[in-house]
Structures are given as C-alpha cells and as structure tokens.
C-alpha cells in the first residue's frame, strides 16, 4: 500500500516538473516529456485504487498537473507557432 503522504509528494514534485517545463520552454529550450503520460497514468491508479483519508487532497493536486499540463501544452504550441511565423518569412507561399 502507499504512503499517502509519499503520493502527495510524488504528484506535487510531477507538477514542479512540469512548471519547470514550461519555464524551459518559454526559453525556447529543448525538453523531454516522454515519459509523463505513463508517470500520469501510474499517480492517477495509485489515487483511484488506494483507501486514502486525503483522497480529496490528491484529486486536487493531480487536478493541478493536469492544468500544468494544459499550460505546457500552450507553451509549445505558442513556441512552434513562432517558428511558424518565422519559416514563412523566409519562404513565403508561391502563388
């Protein structure tokens, strides 16, 4: 059974991950997400199949990756419209 202190702990540290993430990203650096979905999925069971009394508490943090996520998510796309914008300038469309 896990310590629902060390979960809480595990899922705080993945959000800290990410916001560092986003921090990188916003630099235009180079990051490796690869493997959050299989440590999201693996906090998630562990939340939904431990009896815990702070169940509450870890929906919420696992809430709060999730929104960590979605601001990511932003990031890079917002990065790579950028790019975008820039390979057009260089070539233009032909028409």
Do not use: C, W
């Not at 999201?40 to 996520?69: C, I, M, R, W």
């Amino acid at each position: 059974m896990t310590d629902a202190n060390a979960l809480l702990t595990s899922i705080q540290d993945m959000d800290a991950e990410i916001q560092s993430y986003i921090a990188e990203t916003t630099e235009g650096r180079v990051i490796d997400i690869s493997g959050l979905p299989n440590r999201l999925a693996h906090l998630h069971e562990q939340v939904e199949q431990g009896q815990f009394d702070n169940k509450d508490d870890l929906v919420t943090a696992l809430q709060a990756v999730l929104a960590s996520l979605d601001g990511l998510s932003h990031e890079i796309q917002h990065h790579f419209q950028k790019i975008n914008v820039q390979l057009q300038v260089l070539e233009p469309d032909k028409e």
